[in-house]
């Protein structure tokens, strides 16, 4: 295939009668044609040749290719609110696809992030022509990921997609030039201030540069206030409404990684085909990062795809090809997890996620500061620190997609681990490799002298030179009686990594990981409201009655 037909700014017409636009592109040819839909709020234009995939590809390949611009954005018509209307316009759309000239009324979604989205908003309205979908970086519920995480706010994320968001609603709303420019300005010297300033203005639950822009947020601050509406992008309990096959492509360290896991596992719980392919990725690389580098760290050029196929495109249309353009089904078409085990960085092929074999095992934390599998003596044991919201620990990598001025991935922690508010606990050199392939969880036995603060962990592998870099975190807020202990679980999300023979394992507890997570003030206001900073004093036991520890999904040999 060596030439296409397009068409720009496609009527769609919405049930309300809202008009949206989409640009199709068409092999040459009598067809009938597979189509591919991407819906997307970044501009149907932009998203020709993307991390997620090449529409040229598919075109070659014998697809129509339709982009639309979701409601209220680009050239579609409509009310601009994340998330609120992807359901019904996905279902509309798609049935409007298998209509249009060269269709075999075969249709497939696919896209990223926010467009991953769309196409399980579509799915779980389960319109008749939709055949298979390929969501990639995505989440399964906005309350661990996309709002907020662990009860916390996920700030970073929030502030700086919205701001960007805002500055391409101006000029299709803006009333005069004047007001369109002074509206591109203060919202560009937000953006530009973010790390230094936009981030640190309060109440965090306000957000007071997203309340200047006078745009919705990506959906945080609206949670808040409108506790239903973090239903709309929510897919977590809707699987038994999804018909139809998925395709999950995940980073480990994107934003959204334990979100594509969880609709995986969704989708294989209810009985649906589905396949889960997880990288090195962050969640703007999604494979394609050249020479397969994240964060400086070299995962290798075999880490930009799994075995032999050449792209993630390529990975996609051989998905498609099956469900879409009905060629005969291979192994990529069964259930199955495509795993990166970073360490050895190698990709290996499991039957599931998670792995029956993994064996869950806890290492403790002991006063000295030392991190084992041998359980804490008897007697009060308690390691003490202070945490000041006004100097919260910085964001250092991890699983974040935020201002440009913080990178994700895996970042060395020293700046992190000389703060007298951040505890550390350290293992001995190991004996042997060993891989940590699974969910990791920790089990803080905490105190506060206030009504509300968080608990922060964070795994860490140390070479031997000492240098020390994360691997997954996590955090809890809680609301507590001031003095009182409580065992408080922390979710660090899921992994896959081979920590080498003399390295050592390093867990961190501490209160803050800003601007990432809005800082929890220590006074029990709600985040909407609360502007009076406190000081806390933290209390951590590490003693056989209240033991501390990190549990490890371990694949013994």
Same mark, same amino acid.
């Given at each position: 295939?060596?030439?296409a037909?397009?068409?720009?700014?496609?009527?769609?017409?919405?049930?309300?009668?809202?008009?949206?636009?989409?640009?199709? *592109?068409?092999? !040459?040819?009598?067809?009938?044609?597979?189509?591919?839909?991407?819906?997307?709020? &970044?501009?149907?234009?932009?998203?020709?040749?993307?991390?997620v995939?090449?529409?040229?590809?598919?075109?070659?390949?014998?697809?129509?290719?339709?982009?639309?611009?979701?409601?209220?954005?680009?050239?579609?018509?409509?009310?601009?609110?994340?998330?609120?209307?992807?359901?019904?316009?996905?279902?509309?759309?798609?049935?409007?696809? $298998?209509?249009?000239?060269?269709?075999?009324? +075969?249709?497939?979604?696919?896209?990223?992030?926010?467009?991953?989205?769309?196409?399980?908003?579509?799915?779980?309205?389960?319109?008749?022509?939709?055949?298979?979908?390929?969501?990639?970086?995505?989440?399964?519920?906005?309350?661990?990921?996309?709002?907020?995480?662990?009860?916390?706010?996920? *700030?970073?994320?929030?502030?700086?997609?919205?701001?960007?968001?805002?500055?391409?609603? &101006?000029?299709?709303?803006?009333?005069?030039?004047?007001?369109? @420019?002074?509206?591109?300005?203060?919202?560009?010297?937000? &953006?530009?201030?973010?790390?230094?300033?936009?981030?640190?203005?309060?109440?965090?639950?306000?957000?007071?540069?997203?309340?200047? !822009?006078?745009?919705?947020?990506?959906?945080?601050?609206?949670?808040?206030?409108?506790?239903?509406?973090?239903?709309?992008?929510?897919?977590?309990?809707?699987y038994?409404?999804?018909?139809?096959?998925?395709?999950?492509?995940?980073?480990?360290?994107?934003? @959204?990684?334990?979100?594509?896991?969880?609709?995986?596992?969704?989708?294989?719980?209810?009985?649906?085909?589905s396949?889960?392919?997880?990288?090195?990725?962050?969640?703007?690389?999604?494979?394609?990062?050249?020479?397969?580098?994240?964060?400086?760290?070299?995962?290798?050029?075999?880490? =930009?795809?799994?075995?032999?196929n050449?792209? =993630?495109?390529?990975?996609?249309?051989?998905?498609?090809?099956?469900? =879409?353009?009905?060629?005969?089904?291979?192994?990529?078409?069964?259930?199955?997890?495509?795993?990166?085990?970073?360490?050895?960085?190698?990709w290996?092929?499991?039957?599931?996620?998670?792995?029956?074999?993994?064996?869950?095992?806890? @290492?403790?934390?002991?006063?000295?500061?030392?991190?084992?599998?041998?359980?804490?003596?008897?007697?009060?044991?308690?390691?003490? &620190?202070? *945490?000041?919201?006004?100097?919260?620990?910085?964001?250092?990598?991890?699983?974040?997609?935020?201002?440009?001025?913080?990178?994700?991935?895996?970042?060395?922690?020293? $700046?992190?681990?000389?703060?007298?508010?951040?505890?550390v @606990?350290?293992?001995?050199?190991?004996?042997?490799?060993?891989?940590?392939?699974?969910?990791?969880?920790?089990?803080?036995?905490?105190?506060?002298?206030?009504?509300?603060?968080?608990?922060?962990?964070?795994?860490?592998?140390?070479?031997?030179?000492?240098r020390?870099?994360?691997?997954?975190?996590?955090?809890?807020?809680?609301?507590?009686?001031?003095?009182?202990?409580?065992?408080?679980?922390?979710?660090?999300?899921?992994t896959?990594?081979?920590i080498a023979?003399?390295?050592?394992?390093?867990?961190?507890?501490?209160?803050?990981?800003?601007?990432?997570?809005?800082?929890? =003030?220590?006074?029990?206001?709600?985040?909407?409201?609360?502007? +009076?900073?406190?000081?806390?004093?933290?209390?951590?036991?590490?003693?056989?009655?209240?033991?501390?520890?990190?549990?490890?999904?371990?694949?013994?040999?």
């Amino acid at each position: 295939m060596n030439s296409a037909r397009i068409e720009f700014d496609v009527p769609v017409p919405m049930r309300d009668g809202v008009i949206l636009r989409a640009d199709i *592109y068409r092999p !040459t040819g009598d067809g009938p044609w597979p189509v591919l839909v991407i819906r997307t709020p &970044y501009g149907k234009s932009a998203s020709l040749n993307t991390t997620v995939l090449d529409a040229y590809k598919a075109v070659r390949r014998g697809y129509i290719v339709v982009q639309q611009d979701t409601r209220g954005t680009g050239e579609s018509e409509g009310e601009w609110l994340p998330f609120a209307y992807e359901r019904t316009d996905g279902y509309d759309t798609i049935e409007w696809a $298998a209509t249009i000239e060269g269709s075999s009324g +075969k249709i497939g979604m696919f896209g990223g992030s926010y467009t991953g989205s769309t196409q399980w908003a579509a799915a779980v309205m389960n319109p008749p022509h939709l055949a298979a979908i390929a969501p990639q970086i995505t989440w399964s519920t906005p309350d661990n990921g996309l709002y907020y995480r662990g009860g916390a706010l996920e *700030y970073g994320l929030n502030v700086w997609w919205s701001l960007l968001q805002s500055m391409g609603q &101006y000029p299709k709303n803006a009333t005069s030039m004047d007001e369109l @420019f002074t509206k591109l300005n203060t919202t560009m010297q937000d &953006y530009d201030r973010l790390a230094e300033a936009t981030y640190w203005e309060l109440p965090s639950g306000a957000a007071p540069a997203l309340a200047r !822009t006078g745009q919705p947020d990506i959906g945080t601050q609206r949670g808040l206030r409108e506790p239903d509406s973090i239903d709309n992008p929510r897919v977590a309990g809707r699987y038994g409404d999804v018909t139809v096959p998925s395709l999950n492509i995940a980073g480990w360290f994107d934003v @959204f990684s334990q979100g594509t896991i969880d609709n995986y596992i969704g989708a294989r719980e209810a009985g649906l085909t589905s396949r889960l392919i997880i990288g090195p990725w962050d969640h703007l690389s999604g494979g394609t990062t050249t020479p397969g580098h994240v964060a400086g760290i070299n995962y290798g050029l075999s880490s =930009l795809v799994p075995g032999s196929n050449e792209s =993630l495109t390529s990975v996609q249309l051989d998905w498609n090809d099956h469900y =879409l353009a009905g060629k005969p089904a291979g192994p990529e078409h069964e259930s199955g997890v495509d795993i990166f085990v970073m360490g050895i960085n190698q990709w290996r092929h499991e039957a599931q996620w998670p792995l029956e074999r993994a064996v869950p095992t806890p @290492f403790y934390l002991h006063p000295d500061g030392t991190l084992s599998t041998t359980k804490p003596a008897e007697g009060e044991s308690v390691s003490n &620190y202070d *945490y000041d919201p006004a100097d919260p620990v910085p964001t250092t990598g991890g699983a974040i997609v935020m201002a440009s001025s913080f990178s994700s991935g895996q970042l060395d922690q020293a $700046a992190v681990e000389a703060r007298n508010d951040v505890l550390v @606990f350290t293992s001995e050199p190991l004996s042997e490799d060993l891989e940590i392939t699974g969910r990791v969880t920790a089990s803080i036995f905490a105190a506060t002298d206030g009504p509300s603060t968080d608990w922060v962990v964070r795994l860490c592998d140390v070479d031997e030179q000492g240098r020390s870099l994360n691997v997954v975190d996590g955090i809890q807020r809680v609301h507590t009686e001031a003095g009182r202990v409580d065992e408080t679980e922390v979710d660090l999300w899921s992994t896959s990594i081979v920590i080498a023979a003399g390295h050592r394992l390093r867990v961190h507890v501490t209160s803050s990981n800003f601007p990432r997570w809005d800082r929890n =003030l220590n006074n029990g206001e709600a985040p909407e409201t609360a502007t +009076k900073i406190r000081v806390a004093q933290q209390s951590v036991h590490h003693d056989l009655q209240r033991p501390s520890h990190i549990t490890l999904p371990l694949i013994l040999s």
